[in-house]
């Protein structure tokens, strides 16, 4: 059992950003991404209420990093993306872990190196599972694609022993270079790579949200999949 943390811990899982224009203009003009970015503050909101009461009771600590899938954006409620649905399943199977979500909607590779990894380690506890889902953002445009492999090596020295990392399924060869820096962080980091170039979803067909980008609840149960294969390997 982990330690407790220290007392008036205080994160939000917004990040204060802008929405960019291409996906602003896009919400004017499509209802379904117009509806999907609505759940962007409810869910924010609602994971820093569920992080306070995990925090405030006894049992293992998994904390979650990332962007907007772990948010669960796109799923029909908050703890229906793939880290509340992988956080059932765990329960399920004898491993009851209170979850504390920093993950933040728009986040890029710096955004955890900057700002969620420090408040990983403000929470005073040592974590039993640290999880780690970023990179899609930071593809979206040329300045951030370009840096993206020195952006990975560096969060990927910063991340402590036994973090579960997501691989990029992206084709793109940027994210082969990124793909390949995860899997030698497995020997050399001591480091878990889950594979969602095999394990995740073979088909996004009818596991997309109205905005066709974010998984809908059976895209985000076959990432659950994904991790749940890692962890049961491991």
């Given amino acids: 059992m982990s330690e407790q943390p220290a007392p008036n811990f205080s994160y939000s899982n917004l990040n204060g ?10 919400a004017l003009l499509l209802p379904g991404v117009r509806k999907v970015q609505a759940q962007i503050i409810p869910y924010a909101q609602a994971w820093q209420r569920a992080n306070l009461a995990a925090l405030s ?13 772990s948010q669960g954006i796109g799923a029909s409620a908050y703890d229906q993306g793939w880290v509340g649905q992988l956080g059932r399943q765990l329960t399920r199977d004898g491993e009851p872990y209170r979850i504390v979500n920093l993950s ?8 955890v190196t900057d700002r969620q990894l420090p408040a990983m380690e403000q929470l005073g506890v040592r974590p039993d599972l640290v999880t780690v889902l970023i990179g899609s953002n930071d593809m979206v445009r040329r300045k951030y694609r370009d840096a993206l492999p020195g952006a990975v090596g560096d969060l990927l ?32 980091r001591q480091l878990v ?7 995740g979803p073979v088909s996004w067909k009818g596991r997309l949200a109205e905005d066709h980008f974010h998984p809908n609840d059976l895209g985000y149960a076959a990432m659950a999949k994904a991790f749940a294969s890692a962890i049961t390997d491991r």
């Fill in 17 to 26: 950003r802008r929405t960019g224009v291409f996906y602003r203009t896009a």
């Fill in 57 to 69: 009771a006894p049992g293992p600590l998994w904390v979650a990093l990332g962007d907007s899938m």
């Fill in 104 to 111: 933040v909607s728009g986040a890029r590779v710096a955004d």
């Fill in 157 to 188: 020295r910063r991340l402590p022993p036994g973090t579960y990392i997501a691989s990029l399924p992206n084709g793109q060869q940027v994210a082969a270079a990124v793909n390949a820096l995860i899997d030698q962080s497995v020997a050399q």
């Fill in 193 to 199: 790579a889950v594979d969602m170039r095999s394990r």
